[in-house]
């Protein structure tokens, strides 16, 4: 079983629609970590977080340490929301385990 | 700034030939690894390092060796190229201060390996 996994692994929307993605993870850890890659683009850090909830724009990540799951919601989507979303963990320092990603396509 | 660089962007190597993907960051940033991405499967860790002079391996080391003789560079270097090293490699870099902090990733290598 892997470490962070990923559901779900595809996702197809339509633009307006509310999206979740959700991560959960199997060791104890100091932060989570969520980031977008676009088709053969490089990838960027949307949220670190080790507790709560975090917001940017249109973007929501939370997180249950309890219960080791962490949801990113996308409220508005978009067609350039269309791209690879990637959760990592890290137990202390800066190694990172990442799940394997979500593939989002969303339809306009 | 230019963050994390990566050259070159596209390589195609025949089995057994040798080659280094060369990584820069410009941000003095002590962390810097290096990750290959395959289909299906997270990024996986393959060597990394915490300063100049320190050097750890990845959960995927074999066959790859690395150095970090100044801040800035981070090379990884393949000895004898193999068909299962197709991939894409990203290298990234973060502070060290103040515990976990966001990585900054480069735009990637894709390597062939024939």
């Known amino acids: 079983k892997n470490e962070v996994e990923q559901s779900p692994q595809n996702l197809t929307a339509q633009e307006g629609e509310f999206i979740t993605i959700n991560c959960s993870y199997s060791?104890?850890?100091?932060?989570l970590h969520w980031l977008q890659q676009h088709p053969g683009g490089g990838i960027v850090s949307l949220f670190m977080?080790?507790?709560g909830k975090k917001k940017h724009g249109r973007l929501i990540a939370t997180i249950n340490i309890q219960e080791k799951h962490s949801s990113l919601h996308i409220t508005a989507s978009h067609p350039r929301d269309s791209a690879v979303y990637i959760c990592?963990?890290?137990?202390?320092?800066?190694?990172?385990?990442f799940g394997a990603g979500t593939i989002l396509r969303v339809k306009s | 700034n230019a963050g994390v660089t990566q050259t070159p962007k596209f390589q195609v190597l025949k089995t057994g030939q040798s080659m280094t993907l060369q990584c820069a960051q410009d941000?003095?940033?002590?962390?810097m690894s290096w990750y290959r991405q395959d289909p299906g499967m997270g990024l996986r860790l393959i060597h990394y390092?915490?300063?100049?002079?320190?050097?750890d391996q990845g959960e995927v080391p074999n066959g790859y060796n690395v150095s970090r003789s100044t801040t800035e560079d981070f090379p990884l270097r393949l000895l004898s190229a193999a068909p299962s090293q197709t991939s894409v490699y990203f290298c990234?870099?973060?502070?060290?201060?103040?515990?976990?902090?966001?990585?900054?990733f480069g735009p990637g290598t894709r390597l062939t390996v024939l």
């Open positions: 941000m003095n940033h002590e962390y």
């Open positions: 990234a870099s973060s502070s060290l201060a103040g515990g976990w902090n966001e990585q900054f």
């Open positions: 390092s915490v300063g100049a002079g320190i050097t």
């Open positions: 060791v104890g850890i100091s932060a």
């Open positions: 977080l080790s507790s």
């Open positions: 990592a963990v890290s137990g202390g320092g800066n190694k990172l385990v």
